[in-house]
Nanobody
Framework: QVQLVESGGGLVQPGGSLRLSCAAS????????MGWYRQAPGKERELVAA???????NYADPVKGRFTISRDNAKNTVYLQMNSLKPEDTAVYYC????????????????WGQGTQVTVSS
């Protein structure tokens, strides 16, 4: 009923930039919090950044000052601008969103994207 489709990953050199996008589609009534998580090989999935519907943001300490999360509510899309990338940022990045459907407008459910690979290497 809902799909989150991510794009924008790839290979970049240290110090470079990438912009991830995640578009939600389906029978959506409302999208509340949206966020980006990442999972490196052998590690647990961790929060990178989150944003409320009103635009309040929250960042993990390792990415503060380098990454910027934003959203376009009209397009049901969340973005992650990643600057000054480091090798330790290498991971699969996942989009997450709390979405309530037209059929159940008062019951938001967490949805995940399929993940996009970000590799930072020279």
């Amino acid at each position: 009923q809902v799909q989150l489709v991510e794009s924008g990953g790839g290979l970049v050199q240290p110090g470079g930039s990438l912009r991830l996008s995640c578009a939600a589609s389906g029978m959506i009534f409302r999208i509340n919090n949206m966020g980006w998580y990442r999972q490196a090989p052998g590690k647990e999935r961790e929060l990178v950044a989150a944003i409320t519907r009103g635009g309040t943001t929250n960042y993990a300490d390792p990415v503060k000052g380098r990454f910027t999360i934003s959203r376009d509510n009209a397009k049901n899309t969340v973005y992650l601008q990643m600057n000054s990338l480091k090798p330790e940022d290498t991971a699969v990045y996942y989009c997450n969103a709390a979405i309530s459907l037209l059929s159940e407008p008062l019951r938001p459910v967490n949805y995940w994207g399929q993940g996009t690979q970000v590799t930072v290497s020279s």
